[in-house]
């Protein structure tokens, strides 16, 4: 079982830039959340997709956007990037019970810095 | 909005027990406490939950009072590997609330 994986692992890009990042869920998940990890902070909840839907979503602007995909795996957009998007983004997979809740598997995450 | 509380740093001798503090008084009751840790620049690794009732595992154990307004993880032996950022985390939906955690130092 690899786990979560996501790619790139290291991303550079320039302001007004757009990113994409992917993330493959643990086998057997069904449920994708994303994270934003500003350095020195924990990480920050953006959205999490269920059943190709985004379900639920922090405090984060229309620029960050998500898809996710019939195997479940995921992607993150962000548009017009601006400096203070530089941060470590995780990706956590998990799966759904019958509606209950069960614990999130994180990924190394993707090291974005913008220039 | 992160529903938790915890000191910023800890040292802990190795060997002994390391015993990390979390207050989450505005915490709901059907409210999980999940742990988790994360060693430099790593994707968060799962360590514990609990609801009420106190939780062991391979681990580490998970002491949460009565009242459910804090809860402390217990690091029976700690080991130099167990330095890393440890995080308390309520769960509110689907959502999980990370603070900023307590950065643990284990000391030869």
């Known amino acids: 079982d690899a786990g979560v994986t996501q790619s790139p692992t290291h991303l550079i890009k320039t302001r007004g830039q757009q990113v994409t990042l992917r993330c493959s869920p643990k086998s057997g998940h069904d449920t994708v959340s994303w994270y934003q990890q500003a350095l020195g902070q924990g990480p920050q909840f953006i959205f999490q997709?269920?059943?190709?839907?985004?379900?639920q979503r922090g405090n984060f602007p229309d620029r960050f956007s998500g898809h996710q995909f019939p195997n479940y795996s995921s992607e993150l957009n962000v548009n017009a990037l601006l400096l203070g998007d530089s941060a470590l983004y995780l990706c956590a997979s998990s799966w759904r019970l019958g509606g209950s809740y069960n614990e999130q598997f994180f990924g190394p995450g993707t090291r974005l810095t913008v220039l | 909005d992160a529903k938790t509380t915890q000191p910023p740093s800890m040292d802990c001798a190795e060997g002994r027990a390391a015993n990390l503090p979390c207050n989450h008084s505005?915490?709901?009751?059907?409210?999980?406490v999940y742990w988790y840790r994360q060693i430099h620049s790593q994707g968060p690794q799962y360590i514990i939950h609990?609801?009420?009732n106190n939780e062991t595992n391979e681990m580490a154990s998970l002491i949460i009072t009565e009242d459910r307004k804090s809860s402390t993880l217990i690091l029976p032996h700690a080991t130099l590997r167990d330095t890393a950022v440890y995080y308390c985390i309520v769960i509110a939906g689907n959502q999980f609330y990370f603070g900023t955690g307590t950065s643990l130092t284990v000391i030869p």
């Open positions: 505005t915490i709901s009751g059907n409210e999980y």
């Open positions: 609990g609801l009420k």
């Open positions: 997709y269920y059943e190709e839907e985004e379900r």
